[in-house]
């Protein structure tokens, strides 16, 4: 507008000359401005004014391409070597030296000013032949190893300013039975580290693993290693997490926080030092989103701990990953594309930088990480005098006494857990148990079925994980077939009908008796409609897909004659409002991209039937699903409903058709919301503003609540929702919920968690 005017005023002054100043002038402000925009988004700079340290793994061949120099040298600030320092490349004969590629890398970090991280001293891959080949002597491979640390470390005295000296010594059980532990034993690691330290005092030294991220068996066990090393004064200074994360896994940042926090109190460093987040193909914008989200609260992590702060993702793009090659029908990990153009996650990094240190909802607290939350209510299994008999055709006697429940989220998509319709895929499940067996049937129905896939649990499957004492056991049997082989050793039956519609099973623990224990549990129900991976994993409760690790599992409780309930259940993952990007218009329209940051749940359970709370699969009177996000104090919340009959007209508003949000605002009492459909929400006992907007036809409700100050600062809130279905009587047909329970959240009993996030 202003340039316009200026322009007019211009034509009436006529002044050629005039013109062509102000022409110039403004090119020379617009090309300013432009670049200063470029500027302010520019990854490396952000990064230098927080102090972070952001790199990338390099290979040097690529720095032939100008686009790729570019990228490089302008985004980040410090370079790790992908490949070119590791013993293949560098000690290609016994005698020999090849600095050739490395010296490259250093002399383009000198010229851009960057800093140099060593990549790596001792690991157990990528060794060339010469050293693997010949049978050893002990000692001879010690001066091997001794020499190659003090050769190269010393050759870059000064240019690298710290170097992963060891990486991978561990396994998933142990040390890493490596060559060098095989040959030397587990006191390599400790040498290692002294023989760097006598070449180049002034690097930093860190060791490096996978894996290690979060709290778990395996970065406790790196915990005990380096601090024994630092108690045994090794010169050790850091950590590495690598940081290969998959968005087909969830990932636990309070976790990974607390995990910061306890390498970061033993004075050492933790660097993030390989990252990247892998997405399966194809991928949606929806994966890109939740990817920019993981990138971001890997970086406030390091924003927020003082002794964190080196973020190095492996590799510069998408074009330059290891990772299609590596994990099969994964991509896309990276900041940047295939066209070397910014993706949402480096946008995103950038903007989180910007802000620097924000407020963590996370707790430091391990104690706090592990109390006890308000778990979903275990599953039953009911005792029966006569083993039901396994053949593939159930008799609906011998399962009479078992509850059957739904197997209804699908954990392969980690922010919409929905079940997919009936006809495609559906299944439920019963278990009963006499003395120390478990029985169960499982009913399923799959359009098209295929079992023909060379990675089993690619295939239509079922899956049985339990977890009672020491055992964790995954049984796992594709359709039609028996049990899969594996390391469980109890006795174990499993009959298919001819359809592949029921499977019975039955599994045997190792207990006299079950009675009244309560076990880790799950069961999941795979298809695949005849593509490369699977549709779908549906399972009875949410989760991460990470059953097969055993976590995230549910409970089940051998009810028998007299329970022994115990206190506590377990912690299981809590429903999610996410935090919400946009505010959603309350208006009864829905629409996916509105709701787009929402996690998208299934009503499954009928609370109204204590011993069958599936609908069952022909039953079309009622279904559901909803999503909640947050935003400041506000929740807001969409339901989307089916129902063959819709009544409203009964006196009583809780016998009508409607839905209700259980919140527990203070502890033991719920505020219950209702909104019967077509109707606001009933006045509920809380002040605030709030609102439920109907779809005309009932198919859409969307509504939000404000929460008082105090519960919105918290992170986890008692919560329900459910919707009742009337389908013409004086008492309610059904009563569907997201988890088991006995319809008494109005009491606040049985509720489950929302976990509100920032
Ligand atoms: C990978 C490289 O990215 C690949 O190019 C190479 O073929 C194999 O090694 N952990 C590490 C890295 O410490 O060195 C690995 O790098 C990835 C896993």
Redesign the pocket.
Known sequence: MLITKIFKEIEMKKSFYFRAFLYCTVIVLLSVSLTGCKKKSDLRKAADKQGILIGT?VATDQLEDPKYYKTLAENFNVVTA??IMKWETIHPRRDTYDFTESDKLVKFAKKHNMKVRG??LVWH??NPNWLLSQPWDKDDLWKVLEDHIKTVVTHYKGDIYAWDVV??ALDEEDYRETFWYLYLGPEYIEKAFRWAHEADPDALLFY?D?SNEEINDKSNRMYSMVKKLLDDGVPIHGVGL?G?LSLEYGFDFEGLYMNVIRFAELGLKVDFT?IDIRIKKPESEADFKEQAVRYRKLMEIMLAIENANSFTV?GVSDAHS?VPQFFQGTDSALLFDREMEPKLAYHTLVETLEKGPVKLNYSKNFADKFRSRKAIPPFKAHAVNSAPKIDGTPNDKEWAKGVTYPITFNQLNLYDFRTPPHDDLWGEWTVVYRGNTIYGIIRRHDDKDRTDHKLDYENDNIEVFFHLGDIFAQLRSIVGQGWEPNSYEGERNIAWNKEGTVCEYSVTLPESDLTGLIAGWNISLSDNDGKDNRDHQLYPITGQNDGWQGKNLGTIQFVGNSPRVPEKSRVVMPFIAAAASDTPEIDGTFSEDEWMDAIKYQFAYNQLDSMNQSVGFNNNAISGSWGIVRKDNFLYGFVLRKDAKTVTSNDDPELNDNVAVYLEIEDGTAVVFRSVVGKDWESPALSGSHKAQWSSDGSVLEFVIELPEEAASRKMLGFNISLSDNDGGDKLDYKLYSITGENKSSEAKGLAELELQL
């Open positions: 793994a992908e490949n990549h790596t891959n990528q990486n991978e490096n996978y690598q290969h390989e492996w290891w």
